[in-house]
């Protein structure tokens, strides 16, 4: 498959080979951009997701034995076909997804990053050991592999995504089964045609296609020894309950609604231009993005217009054209959801300083677009300044110190990320100290930790205790040993 070839219906990638669902429900994936349907993807069935488990489940053993330097060698061939192909997969990421073709570009890269990692396996998932713990007596901890692991991912960021997980539990000698979005499919099954061409061996990983149905069934099967989750929070503490329930390790990461603090002595072109990137790239819809601007006193009023004129500055239409600078939004039900809140609030008395209900891009009446919005007279127990959006939406607080921004952020139940803009090393310091959130910025918009760190909230934003990728990630991917030993 390319860019400019993609099939009518998509098919599930199970013990190695393109299989057609047997499912009759089908979804179409339609370019938001243009409203336009691509393709269309199966609803698979439970059955169907447990054929996967068990070829999964097959494959197991001997991908065990497989030695890590050997394992990661499959790692090495397919970060050389990502390299290959990025342009176009980053093509189709746009099609199925309305990021701009830069934004999709970042994020496959990011993708790219965390296979990188896992071809330095063999080093990540040493173990500990010691000598003479006693006299004569030695000491090592091994880590290994579990058996079966399944993510299950959201449409924001269909390639990257899966990309957190399925290379870092397979390099640790775990197999697997993605479920990727329903509303964005098409990269991933561009990525396992190169998984495919990368000569896993059949079973070590599987693609199932589908919606909740799928998702329960990795839930609930025995073989499944642990669930990653990324979406939305209420999402996510179901799988964390349901998963846990039924005695699975679980990661499940949710929604966000991050905060950004502006300090007085801030940089405020750079600043402006980071929190303009922050809250209206990707449309919006990054679980990083900035929602709120909390101004500390006086740089309140001229952030305001700065941050107006930038946000009006930005050219909205179809991300393959690579004069525009913000998508569309997923889906028209998103588009009605997005416009919902922002009569929500204008209901409640947030002053809107820049309306984006009305736009129209004129080559594409019917993309799903959503101009940059941005509220002024926000209140904390307003529901546009606690409810996620996930829609280029920015709303702007005055606040008359540190302390009180670090109120607010306490106040609000997500904790995904957040940032200040200061030149203060002593603000930098209390924010990072006292603020309680997980992914931080100092300085920086989106506060996204690369892939050999961890990535993964706090608060009502993250379900689980070991978050996505990095050392992290080896930890829940795999099970430790100790072993005592003494020989006579
Ligand atoms: P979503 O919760 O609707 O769907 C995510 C996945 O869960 C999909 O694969 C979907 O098929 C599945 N799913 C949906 N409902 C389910 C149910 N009832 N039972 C079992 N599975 C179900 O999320 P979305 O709209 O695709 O993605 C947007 C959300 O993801 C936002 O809230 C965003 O903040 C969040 N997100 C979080 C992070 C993070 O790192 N914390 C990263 C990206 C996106």
Not at 278 to 296: D, K
Not at 382 to 409: C, N, Y
Request: aromatic share 10%; net charge negative; hydrophobic share 40%.
């Amino acid at each position: 498959m390319n860019s400019a070839n993609i099939p009518n219906v998509i098919r599930n990638y199970i013990n190695g080979e393109w299989v057609s669902s047997s499912s009759d429900e089908f979804l179409d994936i339609i370019n938001p951009a243009t409203g336009d349907v691509i393709s269309q993807t199966p609803l698979s069935t439970s059955e169907e997701f447990n054929s996967a488990v068990q070829t999964a489940k097959d494959a197991f053993p001997s991908w065990r034995r497989t030695p890590p330097v050997v394992r990661a060698r499959y790692f090495f061939k397919l970060k050389d076909l990502m390299e290959k192909n990025f342009e176009d997969l980053s093509r189709i990421l746009t099609m199925e997804n309305g990021k701009t073709l830069i934004e999709s570009k970042g994020s496959v890269r990011r993708g790219i990053e965390n296979v990188e990692v896992a071809c330095g396996m063999p080093t990540t998932m040493q173990g500990d050991s010691l000598e003479d713990i006693a006299e004569g007596i030695d000491c090592t901890v091994f880590r290994q592999p579990m058996g079966v692991f399944g993510c299950i991912t959201p449409f924001n960021f269909p390639a990257m995504v899966p990309l957190w997980f399925f290379p870092c539990a397979v390099a640790c000698g775990n197999t697997f089964v993605v479920k990727p979005s329903e509303q964005t499919p098409l990269s991933q099954i561009r990525i396992f045609e190169l998984v495919e061409e990368a000569g896993f061996p059949p079973g070590v990983i599987n693609l199932v296609n589908g919606d909740k149905e799928c998702a329960n069934a990795m839930l609930d099967h025995p073989e499944i020894k642990g669930v990653s989750f990324v979406g939305s929070s209420h999402v996510a503490a179901y799988v964390y309950r349901r998963a846990s329930e039924n005695g699975k390790r679980v990661q499940a990461l949710g929604g966000a609604k991050n905060f950004s603090i502006v300090m007085p002595d801030a940089d405020i072109d750079k600043t402006v231009a980071a929190l303009t990137d922050s809250a209206f790239g990707c449309a919006g819809e990054r679980c990083l993005a900035t929602a709120i601007v909390l101004a500390v006193g006086d740089v309140y009023d001229e952030l305001k217009g700065k941050l107006v004129d930038a946000a009006k500055g930005l050219k909205v239409g179809n991300g393959l054209d690579e004069s525009v600078t913000m998508g569309p939004v997923i889906s028209a039900e998103h588009k009605e959801r997005v416009i919902g809140y922002i009569e929500q609030g204008v209901k409640e008395g947030a002053q809107l300083l820049l309306d984006g209900r009305d736009i129209r891009v004129g080559d594409h009446p019917n993309g799903f677009y959503v101009g940059p919005t941005i509220f002024d007279n926000i209140t904390p127990e307003m529901v546009i300044a606690k409810e996620e959006i996930f829609g280029p939406v920015l709303g702007i607080m005055r606040v008359e110190s540190l302390d009180e921004a670090l109120d607010i952020i306490h106040g609000n139940e997500y904790g995904n990320a957040s940032s200040i803009f200061t030149t203060s090393g002593a603000a930098a310091r209390k924010f990072r100290h006292e603020v309680g959130i997980s992914m931080l910025g100092i300085n920086i918009g989106i506060a996204a930790p690369m892939a050999f760190f961890m990535f993964g909230g706090s608060r009502g934003s993250f379900f689980g205790d070991l978050k996505a990728y990095g050392r992290d990630g080896v930890e829940f991917y795999t099970e430790k040993r100790v072993v005592i030993e003494r020989w006579f």
